[in-house]
T-cell receptor
Framework: TQLLEQSPQFLSIQEGENLTVYCNSSSVFSSLQWYRQEPGEGPVLLVTVVTGGEVKKLKRLTFQFGDARKDSSLHITAAQPGDTGLYLCAGEYGNKLVFGAGTILRVKS | NAGVMQNPRHLVRRRGQEARLRCSPMKGHSHVYWYRQLPEEGLKFMVYLQKENIIDESGMPKERFSAEFPKEGPSILRIQQVVRGDSAAYFC??????????????FGEGSRLTVL
């Protein structure tokens, strides 16, 4: 079983649509990170959320950390083909950063 | 300011051969992590190293896999007697600070191992 559960696993939408992806856990995290990975590349950090209830915005992307620090969401407004990729959430667990299985997003033009 | 450098980018091995994957962290980073990824899946933690020390190897298979990060030179992930199931992308990441408060991980572009 995954420590961090991400949903949906796969999302295919049309350009201009909005979407939300989720990262859930039964464990409390001091912080959660979101990464984006394009095919053939390594993941790149998008944001770190630290405070329960925190909301961070990065252009069309809005990240939220749950009040209990067990879950997070990523909302994309007016998705574009360039948003296509694998979105991964990650949290510190013991001596390491663990990742969810990811959400594959495909935005069609 | 070079990022995390991994080589080779692609490696093909026959069953039973050895695979050596190298990772040079970002300048000034002494914390290195290795992850394994299957196509369109998330990253599975393998091992966390600091210079000359293995901090956490809880994700490493008990046999055939080993990792090191010597005082000088890159970190090496070594897979002996490879089997087809070892075929995957292996990513290295480095960070300025280790746990707790790991901060941002900077990833290399990965090494893609194919076992024939």
């Amino acid at each position: 079983t995954q420590l961090l559960e991400q949903s949906p696993q796969f999302l295919s939408i049309q350009e201009g649509e909005n979407l939300t992806v989720y990262c859930n856990s039964s464990s409390v995290f001091s912080s959660l990170q979101w990464y984006r990975q394009e095919p053939g590349e390594g993941p790149v950090l998008l944001v770190t959320v630290v405070t329960g209830g925190e909301v961070k915005k990065l252009k069309r992307l809005t990240f939220q950390f749950g009040d209990a620090r067990k879950d997070s969401s990523l909302h994309i407004t007016a998705a574009q083909p360039g948003d296509t990729g694998l979105y991964l959430c990650a949290g510190e667990y013991g001596n390491k950063l663990v990742f969810g299985a990811g959400t594959i997003l495909r935005v069609k033009s | 300011n070079a990022g995390v450098m991994q080589n080779p980018r692609h490696l093909v091995r026959r069953r039973g051969q050895e695979a050596r994957l190298r990772c040079s962290p970002m300048k000034g980073h002494s914390h290195v992590y290795w992850y394994r990824q299957l196509p369109e899946e998330g990253l599975k933690f393998m091992v966390y190293l600091q210079k000359e020390n293995i901090i956490d190897e809880s994700g490493m298979p008990k046999e055939r896999f080993s990792a090191e990060f010597p005082k000088e030179g890159p970190s090496i992930l070594r897979i002996q007697q490879v089997v087809r199931g070892d075929s995957a992308a292996y990513f290295c990441a480095s960070s300025l600070t280790g746990t707790p408060n790991t901060g941002e991980l900077f990833f290399g572009e990965g090494s893609r191992l194919t076992v024939l």
